[in-house]
């Protein structure tokens, strides 16, 4: 019966865990690539970077010729010539009777941190700003539409324009910051899924006159488009599913451009862009929460 010191290591692979062996037979096993645990590792980690087996492949890598390694370097799996068998480590009795390790000492699940992609969702939780996008930009619009209410009232009553345009700037260029931000952290939350764009981009060419007339209609109503595709991957409900108020802002901003409407429909985009910028600050939360994540 091998020693109760000696480590007891599991293999990972095609997502299934076999083990435990003692060092002799793990060495006919394993290659620096492959995806190795023992009591006391947090998570699954390749052979190569576990100091503990840095012996153990170092021996192997000294006993198979080169021309038996594959084209990248990496050693297969097969044991050397005359190397013992592979077999469980046993403890009282035969390797059938080995009993199954308890829940919190035996190996993690198989998971994608074992080397596969990185999930396209990060896994420290959203910044807390955006559960209070609403009220944010409330504050904003409120401001912006109090500055508007502020200049046409002195048009008439001769009052300073100075506050009405403060107030307005502030809220503008608050509402726009804030709009922006959101819609950067709604595609950082599904980079890597399938039409999804670069967070940077979808929010800085929104700044680009003229060509954020037709951007606009890629950055917000297809984020929409993509997180409801990665929702439906994962059997999830987002809290907005519909993209027509970021379609409705996307062509209000269109009509601004004409002068006899935009007096018209500014206080009705105004209430579009809020609504938009709400919608995918919680589908963003709701991706990003522990029970949600894409794969």
Known sequence: ???????????????????????????????????????G???????????????????????????ETSP??????????????????????????EPVPPTPAGPPQPSRASGAPASAVPEAAYPAWLKAVPALMGFFLGSCLLGLAWLGAGLFLGLSMEPGA?????????????????????WSCVRGRPGARNPWAAAGLLLVPVFNLYWQFKAIPGLMAVMNAAARERGAVLPWTADSAARIF????????????????????????????RQIAENTLALASPGVRTP
């Open 1 to 39: 019966m091998k020693s109760g010191r000696e480590p007891r290591w599991y293999v990972l692979e095609d997502d299934a865990a076999s083990g435990p062996f003692d060092p002799p037979a793990l060495a006919a096993l394993i290659h620096r690539n492959s995806l190795v645990w023992r009591d």
């Open 166 to 186: 403060v107030m307005t700037a502030v809220g503008a260029i608050g509402g726009a910051a804030c709009a922006l931000a959101v819609i950067h952290a709604g």
């Open 72 to 97: 990248g370097g990496r050693m297969e799996p097969s044991a050397p010539a005359g190397a013992p068998a592979a077999q469980p480590l046993s403890m009282d009795g035969p390797p059938s009777a």
């Open 250 to 277: 996307c062509w209000l901003s269109v009509l601004l451009l004409l002068p006899l409407l935009n007096g018209l429909i500014l206080l009705f985009w105004l209430v579009m862009l809020f609504v938009a910028v």
């Open 41 to 67: 590792m947090a998570d699954w980690e390749r052979a190569g970077r576990v100091p503990d087996l840095s012996e153990i492949l170092a021996a192997k890598r000294r006993a198979v010729p080169a021309d």
